[in-house]
Antibody, heavy 122, light 111 residues
Framework: QVQLVESGGGVVQPGRSLRLSCAAS????????MHWVRQGPGKGLEWVAV????????YYADSVKGRFTISRDNSKNTLFLQMNSLRPEDTAVYYC???????????????WGQGTLVTVSS | QSALTQPASVSGSPGQSITISCTGT?????????VSWYQQHPGKAPKLMIY???KRPSGVSNRFSGSKSGNTASLTISGLQAEDEADYYC???????????FGGGTKLTVL
């Protein structure tokens, strides 16, 4: 069965960096686009970034563009999110999600991990 | 672009039907049949319930159905059950600049 397991969250000071990981299993990881979606405390869902199946295409939400970098290692079935210049408003549970594609558009999220909490605070 | 608009809360009694609306614009919901709906229980990850406006993933009860008219999508849950009590989020593809938008979420209470 499809499993996505995030790790790497924690408490970090504003302006510092953090790297999240998402270990995938139960499917052919290298065939799927992958996303990061976050949820602030008591708030709704916010899409963060997507990476194509081969890592060649990456898109970001305006709120994280230039600060966050999504990447993947298909040999290790792992997705990453490098978060730099963190701000208090980046505090959230970060979920990795598998992208389901329709006519080449892969913005349906068919499987989600359990999430990892990132807290940005001094 | 702003988030899609959902009611903050809806409620219904067991066995009844409820509908949650999701209003966007002609740039997102109105332009693409790429609306999806997610169920989230407290402290849990979201779960895909409806995709491509009307389709149900394998394993999702046929009590859940989706539709769209113009810039508004809807999720209907029939034969309400206690386990349906959760937050529900709509989501729409929004083109190659914004990419994807979520609604603010609707809390469903089963009375």
């Amino acid at each position: 069965q499809v499993q996505l397991v995030e790790s790497g969250g924690g408490v970090v000071q504003p302006g510092r960096s953090l790297r999240l990981s998402c270990a995938a299993s139960g499917f052919t990881f290298s065939s799927y686009a992958m996303h990061w979606v976050r949820q602030g405390p008591g708030k709704g869902l916010e899409w963060v970034a997507v990476i194509s199946y081969d890592g060649s295409i990456k898109y970001y939400a305006d709120s994280v563009k230039g600060r966050f970098t999504i990447s993947r290692d298909n040999s290790k079935n792992t997705l990453f999110l490098q978060m730099n210049s963190l701000r208090p408003e980046d505090t959230a549970v970060y979920y990795c999600a598998r992208g389901y594609c329709t006519n080449g558009v892969c913005f349906t999220f068919d499987y989600w991990g359990q999430g990892t909490l990132v807290t940005v605070s001094s | 672009q702003s988030a899609l608009t959902q009611p903050a809360s809806v409620s219904g009694s067991p066995g009844q039907s409820i509908t949650i609306s999701c209003t966007g614009t002609s740039s997102d919901v109105g332009s693409y049949n790429l609306v999806s709906w997610y169920q989230q229980h407290p402290g849990k990850a979201p779960k895909l319930m409806i995709y491509e406006v009307t389709k149900r993933p394998s394993g999702v009860s046929n009590r859940f159905s989706g539709s769209k008219s113009g810039n508004t999508a809807s999720l209907t849950i029939s034969g309400l059950q206690a386990e349906d009590e959760a937050d529900y989020y709509c989501c729409s593809y929004a083109g190659s600049n914004t990419y994807v938008l979520f609604g603010g979420g609707t809390k469903l209470t089963v009375l």
